[in-house]
């Protein structure tokens, strides 16, 4: 069985200041990890995936997770907010390997303020 | 903008009413997703088709029925909703819904379309 928390439903932060937004997963075989973003009254984009590679990973706009299997976590992490960052971000979590099954996190709303 | 599209954006219909949502890929894809975002809710999925065949129906009521004519389409047919029904449904594709032993496969994701049961 598999799930996915994340930590904070909202998460407010100022702009040019770091973004920390939390998940922790289990999982009962080596997962695959996702961090999606949603803006608003748009479909999901894909910003990052683990794959048993590298556990720092780096994804588009600046953001970057690392997978520590240790903590069972996957937080997403950004150096310095910007408004464009306003949005609803979803931690994912997949059993690798034979048919996947893909759970998402109840997702955490990023407000950026000027 | 995405390789998935979906029509209509946004959808009003009454309860009597039968409709039917659309999802086209343009990625060469061979699994493909329905997926239902309500407010306060996590995403739930609904169905999955890999390569045009039903691999998961994930307990959805049968007023709800999907329809993969080929790996580039999918529809879900509407009949007699609830209002509780109305609510964002995104689709998703992926390479497939195995993944590879490098990992699982990303989805990608339409813009949804925004459903109000009256």
């Known amino acids: 069985a598999q799930s996915v928390t994340q930590l904070d439903s909202h998460v407010s932060v100022s702009e040019g200041t770091p973004v920390l937004l939390r998940c922790n997963y289990s999982?009962?075989?080596?997962?695959?990890l996702f961090w999606y973003v949603q803006h608003p009254n748009k479909g999901l984009q894909l910003l990052l995936k683990?794959?048993?590679?590298?556990?720092l990973v780096k994804g588009i706009n600046g953001f970057e997770a690392e997978f520590k299997k240790s903590e069972t976590s996957f937080h997403l992490t950004k150096p310095s907010a910007h408004m464009s960052d306003a949005a609803e971000y979803f931690c994912?979590?997949?059993?690798?390997?034979?048919?996947?099954?893909?759970?998402f996190g109840t997702g955490t709303k990023l407000q950026v303020i000027p | 903008e995405t390789g998935v599209t979906q029509t209509p954006r946004h959808l009003v219909m009454g309860m009597t009413n039968k409709k039917s949502l659309k999802c086209e890929q343009h990625?060469?894809?061979?699994?493909m997703y329905w997926y239902k975002q309500s407010a306060k809710k996590p995403l739930e999925l609904m169905f999955v088709?890999?390569?045009?065949?039903?691999?998961e129906n994930n307990s959805v009521p049968s007023r709800f029925s999907p329809e993969c004519p080929n790996s580039s389409h999918l529809f879900l047919h509407l009949h007699t909703l609830q209002p509780e029904d109305s609510a964002l449904y995104l689709c998703?594709?992926?390479?497939?819904?195995?993944?590879?032993?490098?990992?699982?496969?990303?989805?990608?994701f339409g813009p949804g379309t925004r459903l109000t049961v009256l």
């Open positions: 994912v979590v997949s059993d690798s390997g034979g048919y996947q099954k893909v759970t």
């Open positions: 998703a594709s992926s390479q497939d819904s195995w993944g590879t032993s490098g990992g699982a496969n990303e989805q990608f």
């Open positions: 683990y794959t048993s590679a590298a556990t």
């Open positions: 088709y890999n390569f045009k065949e039903q691999t």
């Open positions: 999982s009962s075989y080596s997962p695959s």
């Open positions: 990625l060469g894809h061979n699994a």
